[in-house]
């Protein structure tokens, strides 16, 4: 009985090495998504439409240059910030500007910028906190004037 056991003392180890790794990863990535800023939404959503118009009020900035504004399906909500304002809703689609364009972020539009982002297109779905921002651009055939903005992003792969 002492001989088994001494031969399954190698694999006992090892098995809890592996599952301390990864049960310390999972509790790093929960503690990730966790972080909600003051005034943000954190959800995952997916791009049904990108507003082909630019900033014409600032020509040369990033989103006078390539499409910024989104229409955007709201597929999840985990959690809000303190002081987000009107909660949202799952299923319901809201306009949401993309601050680092839908484009793939470049040196050339980002010249300072440390941190890259894929851009996305019709059907990406993504990860990342949400702000509602007033707007004096008119969205949409009604008088919504309500717009949401999203700096970070990390597109979920399907």
Known sequence: MKNTFQGCLPYLIMFSIIFISCNKETNKNISEIKKISPGFAQIIGTVL???????????????????????????????YGSAFGKPLNRDTNIKLKFMFTTQETTKK??????????????????????????????????????????????????
Do not use: A, M
């Not at 010249?111 to 949409?140: A, L, R, T």
């Open 49 to 79: 439409k990108i507003k082909p118009g630019l900033d014409t009020n600032k020509p040369n900035s990033p989103c006078g240059k390539v499409p910024c504004i989104t229409v955007v399906k709201i597929d999840s909500i985990l959690g």
């Open 109 to 158: 539009l980002f010249p300072n910028i440390n941190k890259y982002y894929k851009g996305v297109n019709v059907g990406s779905q993504f990860f990342g906190n949400v702000k509602e921002i007033k707007s004096s651009i008119k969205i949409g055939s009604n008088n919504d004037l309500r717009l949401y903005k999203i700096f970070e992003y990390k597109i979920l792969e399907q």
